[in-house]
């Protein structure tokens, strides 16, 4: 795709907006030289940063909170919060076995060229290998119910 912008060289220039700057006996205090070094002038120095005469104050930490149940001072209302997080932790655990179960139905199923063995899978995740067999037919099982429910 060509340019469609002229190059710089055939641009008309306003020889009145450009004017020289002043020169400066040297860059003022801080600012690097624009000039390259040469052997006549020695390179612009580093300043360093000041150094600390205080530690500054770490933050305090944070005491630990668990869903703000130690605020709640109502019995009846802690009771509550707290059957609303366990079932909300329950349905969330037994999603995340679900998942566990369909993973490994896949890593076990013999179609793949790298198909693992119930002990196999048990020995990945800590499980005994009777539990992870029955963790594999419970996939296999969710899986064929996924399929089913997807051609309907």
């Known amino acids: 795709m060509p340019d469609r912008h002229p190059p710089v060289s055939a641009q008309?220039?306003?020889?009145?907006?450009?004017?020289?700057?002043?020169?400066?006996?040297?860059?003022s205090a801080g600012e690097p030289s624009t000039t390259p070094?040469?052997?006549?002038?020695?390179?612009?120095?580093?300043?360093?940063?000041?150094?600390?005469?205080f530690e500054p104050t770490a933050a305090e930490p944070e005491e630990e909170r668990f869903f703000d149940l130690e605020s709640i001072d109502d019995p009846a209302e802690l009771l509550r919060r707290s059957t609303e997080l366990t079932l909300a932790f329950r349905v969330a655990?037994?999603?995340?076995?679900?998942f566990q179960a369909i993973a490994a139905a896949q890593l076990a199923d013999t179609r793949r060229f790298d198909a693992l063995s119930p002990a196999e899978i048990a020995t990945?995740?800590?499980?005994?290998?009777?539990?992870?067999?029955?963790?594999?037919?419970?996939?296999?099982t969710l899986i064929r119910q996924q399929h089913s429910g997807e051609q309907h």
């Open 37 to 53: 070094p040469t052997a006549e002038t020695p390179p612009p120095r580093r300043l360093r940063p000041a150094q600390l005469l």
């Open 93 to 98: 655990a037994e999603r995340a076995a679900d």
């Open 124 to 140: 990945r995740i800590d499980w005994t290998p009777d539990y992870a067999a029955r963790m594999v037919e419970y996939g296999r």
């Open 12 to 27: 008309p220039v306003d020889r009145e907006a450009v004017r020289p700057l002043p020169a400066q006996s040297g860059p």
